[in-house]
């Protein structure tokens, strides 16, 4: 299993309805099922249906609904229904976590839920089945952990503005093709969400996701880096950003 990254990209949101195509070039691929959402992966926005993809790796974002707290769990397509929880929300909130999933026998996964409104998916990448031909991209190496941004300093940069991208090239990356990395938003001015992506255009993805002012909120993010190990993040909001760096893919 290695990780192939991939550019974020949107492949469901639950808001809009099943099949509409969305701006990424998605279909949009969900089916409302009997526990949630079953939400087909394989042949969409990078990730391969031949097979050489055993999991894939999103960024779920969960919207609450009315009630006073609810869950998201995310398991193979067609599996047995777990208890797991890969998603918590208060009522009122928006929050987003990383998943790493296996893919079902149709290249799909399940989103069961309980006392969820909607669901937003993007896929950052998937990890190779015992199909994909032998190589070496992809490999898991662990670093010494670094603070590479932190706007209170500021370090790397000043206080993210709304809308507006910011960036820099992560030191000691090399030649990796991906960075893993906590990602923390505090002293929000309002609500909004953050976006960590290697191109200069952001992409319409959510990585973090804030409720309102004075919030302190952190996730950990599987990134794909662009040229020179570059880095771009977009918040929506003011805030200060902190990123700290964990490990990266070959």
Same mark, same amino acid.
């Given at each position: 299993g290695?990780?192939?990254?991939l550019?974020?990209?949107?492949?469901?949101?639950?808001?809009?309805p099943?099949?509409?195509?969305?701006?990424?070039?998605?279909p949009?691929?969900?089916?409302?099922t009997?526990?949630?959402?079953?939400?087909?992966?394989?042949?969409?926005?990078g990730?391969?249906? *031949?097979?050489?993809a055993?999991a894939v790796v /999103?960024?779920i974002?969960?919207?609450?609904?009315d009630?006073p707290?609810g869950v998201l769990?995310?398991? %193979?397509g067609?599996?047995?229904?777990?208890?797991?929880?890969n998603?918590?929300? /208060?009522?009122? +909130?928006?929050?987003?976590?990383l998943?790493?999933v296996?893919l079902g026998s #149709?290249? *799909?996964?399940?989103?069961?839920?309980?006392?969820?409104?909607?669901?937003?998916?993007?896929?950052v990448?998937y990890?190779?089945?015992?199909a994909?031909p032998a190589?070496?991209a992809g490999r898991?190496?662990?670093?010494q952990?670094?603070?590479?941004v932190d706007?209170?300093?500021? &370090?790397g940069f000043?206080?993210?503005? %709304?809308n507006?991208?910011?960036?820099?090239?992560?030191p000691? @990356?090399g030649?990796?093709?991906?960075?893993?990395?906590n &990602?923390?938003?505090t002293?929000t001015a309002?609500?909004?969400? &953050?976006?960590?992506?290697?191109?200069?255009?952001?992409?319409?993805?959510?990585? &973090?996701? @804030?409720? #309102?002012?004075n919030?302190?909120r952190? @996730? /950990?993010?599987f990134?794909k /880096?662009g040229?020179?190990?570059?880095m771009?993040?977009?918040s929506?909001a003011?805030? +200060?950003?902190?990123v700290?760096?964990?490990?990266?893919?070959?």
């Amino acid at each position: 299993g290695r990780f192939i990254a991939l550019d974020p990209a949107r492949l469901v949101d639950t808001r809009l309805p099943a099949r509409r195509p969305l701006d990424s070039g998605s279909p949009n691929p969900w089916t409302s099922t009997s526990v949630g959402w079953d939400v087909d992966v394989a042949g969409h926005v990078g990730v391969p249906d *031949d097979g050489t993809a055993g999991a894939v790796v /999103l960024s779920i974002a969960a919207i609450a609904g009315d009630a006073p707290g609810g869950v998201l769990s995310a398991y %193979p397509g067609g599996g047995a229904i777990t208890t797991t929880s890969n998603v918590n929300v /208060l009522r009122g +909130e928006v929050r987003a976590n990383l998943v790493v999933v296996p893919l079902g026998s #149709g290249g *799909d996964v399940t989103l069961g839920i309980k006392n969820i409104a909607d669901v937003v998916v993007d896929v950052v990448g998937y990890v190779t089945s015992d199909a994909a031909p032998a190589a070496t991209a992809g490999r898991y190496r662990a670093i010494q952990t670094s603070r590479v941004v932190d706007t209170r300093i500021p &370090l790397g940069f000043g206080t993210m503005q %709304p809308n507006t991208a910011a960036g820099l090239a992560i030191p000691g @990356v090399g030649a990796a093709s991906a960075v893993v990395q906590n &990602l923390t938003m505090t002293n929000t001015a309002a609500p909004g969400h &953050l976006s960590a992506h290697p191109s200069a255009t952001t992409p319409v993805v959510s990585n &973090l996701n @804030v409720n #309102g002012p004075n919030q302190i909120r952190a @996730v /950990l993010a599987f990134t794909k /880096l662009g040229a020179g190990g570059r880095m771009n993040y977009t918040s929506h909001a003011r805030t +200060e950003f902190v990123v700290d760096v964990l490990g990266v893919f070959s």
